[in-house]
C-alpha cells in the first residue's frame, strides 16, 4: 500500500493552514452560514493531529480514521462532508505505490461521494464548486501526481472566487437567497486549504 507518512504530512499542512485561516473562515460563515466554520474545522483538524500513524497499517487505513475523526468532531455540515471524503478516498486508495492515477481515482470517489452525502451540484454555491473544477484539471494532467495537483490548485483557487457572485441554493446560506451574493462560499475556501496542502505534501 502506499506510505502514510505522505497522507500525514497532507493532513498536517491542512490543519496548520486550517489554523492560520480559521477567523477568515469563520467570517465568511458568519456572514452566510452558523459562523462556526472556522472553528469546527480547527476541532477536526486538531483531532486528525492526534491519531498515531504508526498504530495503522496504511495509507487508506489512515485517511478513513481522519475522516471519521472529522465525522465525530465536527459538528454542522463540513465534519460529515469532509469526513466522507477521505474515508472513501482512504478506501479507493488501490495497493502499492502511490501513482497519479490511482491518486486522482481515488479522489474522485471521495468527491461524488461528497456530492451524494451533500445532495447538492455544482452551481449551488458549495465546495463541490471547487472539488469537481479541480478534480477535472488533475484527471486532465498527463503529467506526475505533483503537476496534477498543482493543476487542480490552480483551477481551485479561481473556482473559489467564482463562488462570490453566486446565489446560494443549498445548506443555511439558501435561505438568503440573493443576499447570499457578494460573499465566497465558506466550504469553498477551505477545500483550497485542503488541495493546496496536497500540493505541497505530494510535491516531491
Same mark, same amino acid.
Given at each position: 500500500?502506499?506510505?502514510?507518512?505522505?497522507?500525514?504530512?497532507?493532513?498536517?499542512?491542512?490543519?496548520?493552514?486550517?489554523?492560520? %485561516?480559521?477567523?477568515?473562515?469563520?467570517?465568511?460563515?458568519?456572514?452566510?452560514?452558523?459562523?462556526?466554520?472556522?472553528? %469546527?474545522?480547527?476541532?477536526?483538524?486538531?483531532?486528525?493531529?492526534?491519531?498515531?500513524?504508526?498504530?495503522?497499517?496504511?495509507?487508506?487505513?489512515?485517511?478513513?480514521?481522519?475522516?471519521?475523526?472529522?465525522?465525530?468532531?465536527?459538528?454542522?455540515?463540513?465534519?460529515?462532508?469532509?469526513?466522507?471524503?477521505?474515508?472513501?478516498?482512504?478506501?479507493?486508495?488501490?495497493?502499492?505505490?502511490?501513482?497519479?492515477?490511482?491518486?486522482?481515482?481515488?479522489?474522485?470517489?471521495?468527491?461524488?461521494?461528497?456530492?451524494?452525502?451533500?445532495?447538492?451540484?455544482?452551481?449551488?454555491?458549495?465546495?463541490?464548486?471547487?472539488?469537481?473544477?479541480?478534480?477535472?484539471?488533475?484527471?486532465?494532467?498527463?503529467?506526475?501526481?505533483?503537476?496534477?495537483?498543482?493543476?487542480?490548485?490552480?483551477?481551485?483557487?479561481?473556482?473559489?472566487?467564482?463562488?462570490?457572485?453566486?446565489?446560494?441554493?443549498?445548506?443555511?446560506?439558501?435561505?438568503?437567497?440573493?443576499?447570499?451574493?457578494?460573499?465566497?462560499?465558506?466550504?469553498?475556501?477551505?477545500?483550497?486549504?485542503?488541495?493546496?496542502?496536497?500540493?505541497?505534501?505530494?510535491?516531491?
Amino acid at each position: 500500500m502506499a506510505q502514510i507518512q505522505p497522507f500525514v504530512e497532507w493532513m498536517a499542512g491542512f490543519k496548520k493552514r486550517i489554523d492560520a %485561516n480559521a477567523a477568515e473562515l469563520t467570517d465568511l460563515d458568519r456572514q452566510i452560514g452558523d459562523a462556526d466554520h472556522g472553528s %469546527n474545522m480547527a476541532r477536526g483538524t486538531q483531532a486528525i493531529s492526534e491519531i498515531d500513524p504508526d498504530s495503522i497499517k496504511d495509507a487508506g487505513a489512515y485517511l478513513k480514521k481522519a475522516g471519521m475523526s472529522l465525522v465525530s468532531k465536527v459538528g454542522g455540515a463540513s465534519g460529515p462532508l469532509y469526513g466522507t471524503l477521505l474515508m472513501k478516498m482512504g478506501a479507493a486508495l488501490p495497493e502499492g505505490d502511490l501513482t497519479r492515477e490511482g491518486f486522482v481515482a481515488a479522489l474522485r470517489t471521495g468527491v461524488e461521494a461528497l456530492q451524494a452525502r451533500g445532495r447538492s451540484e455544482v452551481g449551488d454555491k458549495t465546495m463541490l464548486d471547487v472539488w469537481f473544477p479541480a478534480l477535472e484539471a488533475a484527471e486532465a494532467t498527463e503529467g506526475s501526481l505533483p503537476e496534477a495537483l498543482q493543476a487542480a490548485l490552480t483551477v481551485a483557487r479561481d473556482s473559489a472566487e467564482a463562488t462570490i457572485p453566486m446565489v446560494a441554493r443549498k445548506g443555511r446560506a439558501s435561505y438568503l437567497g440573493e443576499r447570499s451574493k457578494g460573499v465566497k462560499d465558506p466550504g469553498s475556501a477551505s477545500s483550497v486549504l485542503l488541495i493546496e496542502a496536497a500540493a505541497e505534501a505530494f510535491g516531491d
